[in-house]
């Protein structure tokens, strides 16, 4: 029984460990997109200029 009690206790501590690198790398700002919106913004007038280039297409 004592067993169990180690590994949820172990278990727990590794899971805060990865919850504070995860709140860590969010706010250090690790994962916001700087690449992509600059991207859309080419390709935009692309996807409204052929909306119904599919059905023209058959």
Do not use: H, W
Not at 32 to 42: A, C, E, K
Request: charged share 25%; no cysteine; hydrophobic share 45%.
């Amino acid at each position: 029984m004592s067993v169990i009690y180690l590994l949820i206790s172990i278990s727990i501590v590794v899971a805060a460990v990865f919850l504070y690198i995860f709140i860590r790398a969010v706010r250090s700002g690790q994962f916001d997109d700087d690449y992509t919106p600059s991207v859309r913004m080419l390709f935009d007038d692309e996807l409204k200029k052929n909306p119904n280039k599919s059905e023209k297409l058959n």
